[in-house]
């Protein structure tokens, strides 16, 4: 009775321990008796005890290796350090399985290897610009290459690229001479544009001064113009008012001799004759000519 038992407990945990639950994105490689037998995705499985064994689980994930820096020989012989991150995807558990040994090794020399070739056909120069282009060939041919093993690239990319140190320098004094020289042309530019907007503003101002300057004079000189016509009027209509009075000779000299009172006030230094006395005094001036004459 305890025979059975013994037995039935050992068939019991034979059972539950073949039975396999596959988690999404896992893939499990069955081997019956040493050779392959098939591949197992996500959900519940039986993998027969002692008669077949998993002898691999793969992700189905895309994979991100980052290896390391990597020296590397340009064109022009300038050495370097490069290194990569690759992106990759198990396509066929199967060929990863039984395909290559240890494929991470395998991808990390390929693209050591891969990575030295196209680098070698380039200059220093174009190295530094060209990364997208390295990239793209460098994804092409790891993809090629590591397709008989199962696994699919889909991405390359070039993380770092280090020169030697003096040549970093050199780099960082022509990138500090550029600078200087496109500051220089903007400065350059920046004086030229405000000498030139200094310039207009004064050639505005004098347009504008010398246009008030216009504008004053002749305001000046059409009030001047109303004015000697203001007087002119006034001076008309003063004697058409005079003449429809009726003014008569004395009393326009009886203004005269008013007037001449005025400006003989004593502190003038001239004397002021009216006419007829004028007339008298140049008669007087006649005769005493005449008379010093017939002496």
Same mark, same amino acid.
């Given at each position: 009775?305890?025979?059975?038992?013994?037995?039935?407990?050992? +068939?019991?945990?034979?059972?539950? *321990?073949?039975?396999?639950?596959?988690?999404?994105?896992?893939?499990?490689?069955?081997?019956?008796?040493?050779?392959?037998?098939?591949?197992?995705?996500?959900?519940?499985?039986? &993998?027969?005890?002692?008669?077949?064994?998993?002898?691999? *689980?793969?992700?189905?994930?895309?994979? +991100?290796?980052?290896?390391?820096?990597?020296?590397?020989?340009? $064109?022009?012989?300038?050495?370097?350090?490069?290194?990569? &991150?690759?992106?990759?995807?198990?396509? @066929?558990?199967?060929?990863?399985?039984?395909?290559?040994?240890?494929?991470?090794?395998?991808?990390?020399?390929?693209?050591?290897?891969?990575?030295?070739?196209?680098?070698?056909?380039?200059?220093? @120069?174009?190295?530094?610009?060209?990364?997208?282009?390295?990239?793209?060939?460098?994804?092409?041919?790891?993809?090629?290459?590591?397709?008989?093993?199962?696994?699919?690239?889909?991405?390359?990319?070039?993380?770092?690229?280090?020169?030697?140190?003096?040549?970093?320098?050199?780099?960082?004094?022509?990138? %500090?001479?550029?600078?200087?020289?496109?500051?220089?042309?903007?400065?350059?530019?920046?004086?030229? !544009?405000?000498?030139?907007?200094?310039?207009?503003?004064? $050639? /505005?101002?004098?347009?504008?001064?010398? @246009?008030?300057?216009? /504008?004053?004079?002749? %305001?000046?000189?059409?009030?001047?113009?109303?004015?000697?016509?203001?007087? %002119?009027?006034?001076?008309? /209509?003063?004697? !058409?008012?005079? !003449?429809?009075?009726?003014? @008569?000779? !004395?009393?326009?000299?009886?203004?005269?001799? /008013?007037?001449?009172?005025?400006?003989?006030?004593?502190?003038?230094?001239?004397?002021?004759?009216?006419?007829?006395?004028?007339?008298?005094?140049?008669?007087?001036? +006649?005769?005493?000519?005449?008379?010093?004459?017939?002496?």
């Amino acid at each position: 009775m305890e025979f059975f038992i013994v037995i039935l407990i050992i +068939v019991a945990v034979l059972f539950f *321990t073949g039975i396999k639950i596959v988690p999404q994105s896992k893939a499990l490689v069955v081997e019956r008796l040493g050779s392959y037998h098939r591949t197992i995705h996500n959900g519940p499985h039986y &993998v027969i005890p002692i008669i077949e064994r998993v002898t691999s *689980t793969v992700t189905l994930k895309e994979i +991100v290796k980052d290896f390391a820096p990597q020296p590397v020989i340009t $064109k022009d012989n300038v050495t370097m350090q490069i290194d990569t &991150v690759v992106y990759y995807q198990i396509t @066929d558990p199967k060929m990863y399985t039984y395909g290559v040994e240890n494929p991470v090794s395998a991808i990390e020399n390929l693209t050591a290897t891969t990575l030295r070739n196209i680098i070698g056909e380039l200059e220093l @120069d174009q190295t530094l610009t060209s990364r997208d282009v390295i990239n793209t060939k460098m994804r092409s041919i790891l993809d090629e290459a590591t397709d008989p093993w199962g696994i699919k690239v889909t991405r390359v990319e070039l993380k770092n690229i280090l020169p030697p140190r003096d040549i970093q320098e050199a780099m960082e004094k022509q990138m %500090r001479a550029e600078r200087e020289r496109r500051e220089a042309i903007l400065r350059a530019e920046g004086e030229k !544009k405000s000498q030139i907007l200094i310039a207009e503003g004064e $050639k /505005e101002s004098t347009i504008l001064r010398a @246009d008030a300057k216009k /504008e004053a004079q002749i %305001r000046e000189a059409e009030g001047k113009a109303k004015a000697i016509i203001e007087v %002119r009027q006034a001076t008309a /209509e003063g004697l !058409k008012l005079l !003449k429809a009075a009726g003014m @008569d000779d !004395k009393v326009l000299k009886y203004q005269g001799y /008013e007037t001449l009172m005025k400006m003989a006030d004593g502190q003038a230094t001239k004397i002021f004759l009216p006419a007829e006395l004028q007339g008298v005094a140049a008669i007087g001036e +006649v005769l005493s000519e005449t008379t010093k004459s017939k002496k």
